[in-house]
């Protein structure tokens, strides 16, 4: 049977493959250490919890909820941007509740694509940023460039080389998969940029939280004029521990932010309101719970660089997010991301994502997430040294799966 159109312009999904793999060797009684997907174990703090309990014993609460947000949680969140980046927000026009930024990106996408529009997207990046756009029938440009002096002239190219000129322009700092962190300084650039040449600019700022060296990454908003032309989305999944709940932002341009709200109006009634509730709360607090998050995730890192780094595989240290971005060993790089990481699974017992998932560009490396406790990962690390160790004896022993179908 034929596939739909939208369908068949999805590539299959890799992550897909390694989660089947994965699957299976649980079933054999493997114990997988899964450093893959991006899925904070750590507990919701107890004040956030305890809120919603206290909300939901009230019936009121458990008819339809507001698709855009309650007013008490759009406040919460325009004074969040006040107090961290100094931005001020209209929460009445400027602010709108998605069900996570992911939900928020491809509603963006349905509400401002028409069949043909170029969107200039960074490559390696989260699949949504380009596929949201992809369902929605644009064309994706790819940028394989870093937030240094090479990104304007490579959007410069992109729009050269672009028939029709690009609708809008994608960022993603700290990155998701690759952890580097945009300055002030290159937001400025962009800006200007997009400005003079009639770009909207889509920031996702999902991991301005998680941050390591005393160097809190900027909003894209702090640059004067910047809401001109800028939407901004953000989540409450890393930084309160709260991907479940599906609670996220979009805030900026009131033109775009209209454009969304409209949209999310014929397709969702928002989410429970006592996890609204509870979000404001959540938002309103101290942020001695951001610290907490932020502090367990530093060591994390800590420990999985050093300890990978004396089983023989290096890994840069990253600077933001709840991720590194390994370069695979130089002895398994031929193969390729998803063959190196169905390998780990299978002979080390660790599950990473391929770096192909995020784009071609990502192929030489995998994306190691931290999301296992400190014991957990140096576990990971014994088993990735033993397995290393073995390739290095006996290296015609390592033969990728694809090669015994």
């Known amino acids: 049977m034929e596939e739909f159109h ?73 004074n969040y941007y006040a107090r961290r980046f100094g931005v001020k927000l209209n929460p009445d026009t400027q602010v709108v509740a998605t069900l996570g930024s992911k939900e928020g990106f491809a509603n963006m996408a349905q509400a401002i694509t028409a069949p043909g529009d170029v969107i200039l997207c960074p490559n390696p990046t989260y699949p949504i940023h380009a596929f949201g756009f992809i369902m929605s029938g644009g064309v ?15 959007v410069e190219r992109g729009i050269r080389h672009s028939i029709p000129k690009p609708l809008a322009l994608i960022l993603n700092y700290p ?42 990454p900027p909003s894209v908003l702090q640059v004067p004029g910047a809401i001109d032309v800028c939407v901004e989305f953000t989540s409450m999944s890393k930084t309160f521990s709260m991907p479940g709940w599906r609670m996220g932002f979009a805030v900026g341009n009131e033109r775009l932010i209209s454009a ?10 928002g989410a429970f309101t006592p996890i609204q ?64 990481s169905k390998l780990l ?14 784009g071609e560009h990502g192929d030489d490396y995998v994306r190691v997430a931290l999301v296992e406790n400190e014991h957990r990962i140096r576990q990971a690390a014994r088993n990735i040294k033993r397995f290393l160790a073995s390739t290095a004896k006996q290296p ?9 179908r």
């Open 6 to 78: 939208k369908v068949r312009r999805l590539p299959p999904y890799v992550f897909e493959q390694v989660n089947r793999l994965k699957a299976s060797a649980r079933s054999r009684g493997a114990d997988i250490i899964d450093l893959g997907m991006g899925n904070p174990d750590l507990p919701t703090p107890k004040a956030i919890v305890d809120k919603l309990c206290e909300v939901v014993r009230d019936p009121r609460t458990h008819r339809y909820s507001s698709s855009r947000g309650i007013p008490g949680l759009r406040r919460a969140q325009a």
């Open 140 to 154: 994706i440009r790819s940028l394989q460039v870093e937030p240094d002096d090479g990104f304007i002239p490579a």
């Open 175 to 216: 990155s998701n998969p690759t952890a580097l962190v945009a300055s002030l300084d290159f937001y400025k650039d962009v800006v200007a940029f997009a400005k003079k040449n009639d770009i909207i600019i889509l920031s996702d700022l999902a991991y301005s939280e998680i941050y390591f060296d005393g160097n809190p």
């Open 260 to 269: 969304l709200t409209r949209v999310k109006s014929y397709l969702d009634y």
């Open 277 to 340: 509730v509870a979000a404001a709360h959540a938002l309103n607090g101290d942020g001695a719970d951001i610290e907490e998050v932020r502090e367990v995730y530093h060591k994390r890192r800590d420990v999985m660089v050093d300890s990978f780094g004396r089983a023989g595989w290096t890994i840069p240290a990253p600077a933001a997010s709840m991720f590194a971005w390994a370069p695979i060993p130089e002895q398994f790089r031929h193969l390729g991301s998803l063959e190196f």
């Open 345 to 358: 699974i299978e002979h080390a017992d660790v599950a990473v994502a391929p770096g192909i998932g995020f």
């Open 396 to 404: 015609n022993n390592v033969v990728p799966l694809a090669a015994r």
